[in-house]
């Protein structure tokens, strides 16, 4: 009598190395809220976005500016232009449906070796959330420049937008996204940075308004020495559903990633969702990558989901890692404080601010910091008066 041996059918291991990218709509199945990147997500509150077939969509909205800084020009571009594609692939259906959406392109280009003093600051401007909108913005920063670019958006809409970052070798950018959406917005965002070598982006990602904002971050290198920093700040309020996903791939030697998100929730309802992906490739040694999440809990009924995730492919790398809390409002520090004579609210704000205060640093531009400031205090003084 002989004896087979039984061998097991090989699974082939899904890294997010392989997941799906594509510009066409079609190669994405419709969304179920079954798959992973999508369980957090209420389906039913993105409206027309998650349609089996491309939407009729209203007009994108401008792309509004005061007076240019020398060396920075804001134009359209038709997307044929080889710079609308270039760094950002769509990672899920609703990217490749505003790319598939739009026939123009919003370029905000800083030209080589121009060292812009002033911000450049930009508004995108909703007045209408019954129908959907696409939209694509490109970034381009040239050989060495250095500029700080400020996007706000606000308003009432639908609206799915890709922005692509091109950061030339040697430059250096600050980029402030602010969505500070009506009550009824709905946005899912896809924002790609593509990171020269010896180049450096900040990002500071400030989420506050809208019924439902996510948002995607993706970062990739094209040569050794890349640095990206992405900040998060985001206050939910009652109600609100605020998603931030980010996917750092380091697949070039000698790069450095940082990852720091914080947020506040309070009311019934609120919810937040931070996932941070860090994928280190077996070509990138020398990495050094760190990512960390905070959130606080200001009142019963809000609920944050925290998953960071690190997936390492090389033994040689500089440093590697990741954290996550989420805890209540500290009843000391508050205890502390109104022991020595600060009101209680007065000293919820001062807590509240000194947890964000790290973050509107990071923001160069003072009149913002300090209106950021004030929009996070109204909300806490909202919170106090519909609780009395």
């Not at 359209?76 to 270039?86: A, I």
């Not at 799915?160 to 070798?169: K, L």
Request: hydrophobic share 45%; glycine share 8%; with cysteine.
């Amino acid at each position: 009598m002989t004896t087979q041996a039984i061998q097991a059918p090989t699974v082939p291991h899904i890294t997010k190395a392989a997941v799906l990218r594509s510009y066409d709509v079609t190669d994405f199945p419709a969304l179920t809220g079954r798959e992973e990147e999508w369980r957090f997500t209420p389906l039913d509150r993105l409206r027309s976005l998650t349609a089996a077939q491309l939407p009729a969509a209203a007009p994108a909205p401008a792309l509004e500016h005061d007076a240019l800084p020398a060396g920075v020009a804001v134009s359209t571009t038709p997307r044929s232009d080889v710079r609308v594609g270039s760094v950002l692939t769509p990672f899920d259906r609703i990217s490749a449906m505003a790319f598939s959406g739009v026939d123009h392109a919003r370029l905000v280009a800083v030209a080589a070796d121009a060292v812009v003093a002033e911000p450049v600051l930009l508004r995108l401007t909703g007045d209408d959330a019954k129908a959907a909108s696409f939209g694509h913005t490109v970034i381009e920063m040239g050989r060495f420049a250095q500029a700080t670019v400020v996007l706000e958006q606000r308003g009432s809409i639908t609206l799915a937008d890709n922005i692509e970052v091109i950061v030339g070798d040697g430059a250096q950018l600050t980029l402030v996204t602010i969505a500070d959406w009506a009550a009824d917005a709905v946005q899912a965002q896809h924002l790609a940075l593509k990171v020269g070598r010896d180049a450096r982006v900040v990002h500071v990602q400030v989420t506050l308004g809208g019924d439902l904002v996510r948002q995607f971050t993706s970062v990739d290198y094209t040569g050794r020495g890349g640095e990206a920093e992405l900040y998060g700040l985001y206050f939910a309020d009652a109600g609100q559903h605020q998603e931030h996903r980010q996917m750092v791939d380091h697949s070039t030697p000698d790069c450095r990633s940082y990852v720091g998100y914080r947020g506040a929730l309070q009311g019934a309802g609120a919810h937040t969702v931070w996932v941070g992906d860090v994928l280190i490739r077996a070509e990138a040694t020398g990495t050094e990558t760190y990512e960390i999440n905070r959130n606080l809990l200001l009142t019963d009924g809000a609920r944050a989901d925290s998953v960071p995730n690190l997936e390492i492919e090389t033994g040689e790398v500089a440093g590697a890692g990741h954290a996550s809390a989420t805890g209540r409002f500290d009843d000391e520090q508050l205890f502390y404080l109104m022991s020595r004579g600060i009101p209680a609210n007065e000293a919820r704000k001062l807590v509240v601010r000194g947890f964000f205060a790290e973050l509107l640093n990071k923001i160069p531009v003072q009149p913002l910091r300090e209106r950021l400031g004030d929009v996070i205090e109204a909300r806490l003084v909202k919170s106090e008066r519909d609780l009395t």
